[in-house]
């Protein structure tokens, strides 16, 4: 099985990992060190902050 390539960039992933507290981990243990409410938690804001652009965009 081939390993998909991430939609976000390394810099909005570690952005976003800053804003909700767990950087650290991923510093120390690389992205496999974080837990999979973290990731959820990561893509959710992503998610969130698309949606305020697009939002923000139309007007």
Same mark, same amino acid.
């Given at each position: +099985?081939?390993?998909?390539? %991430?939609? !976000?960039? =390394?810099?909005?992933?570690?952005?976003?990992?800053? &804003?909700?507290?767990?950087?650290?981990?991923?510093? @120390? =243990? %690389?992205? %496999?060190?974080?837990?999979?409410? =973290?990731?959820?938690? !990561?893509? @959710?804001?992503?998610?969130? +902050?698309? &949606?305020?652009?697009?939002?923000? =965009?139309?007007?």
């Amino acid at each position: +099985m081939t390993r998909r390539r %991430g939609v !976000m960039s =390394d810099h909005l992933k570690e952005e976003l990992a800053k &804003e909700l507290g767990f950087y650290d981990t991923v510093q @120390k =243990d %690389g992205w %496999g060190g974080i837990t999979a409410r =973290d990731a959820g938690n !990561m893509v @959710k804001r992503a998610v969130q +902050m698309a &949606e305020e652009r697009i939002s923000r =965009d139309k007007t």
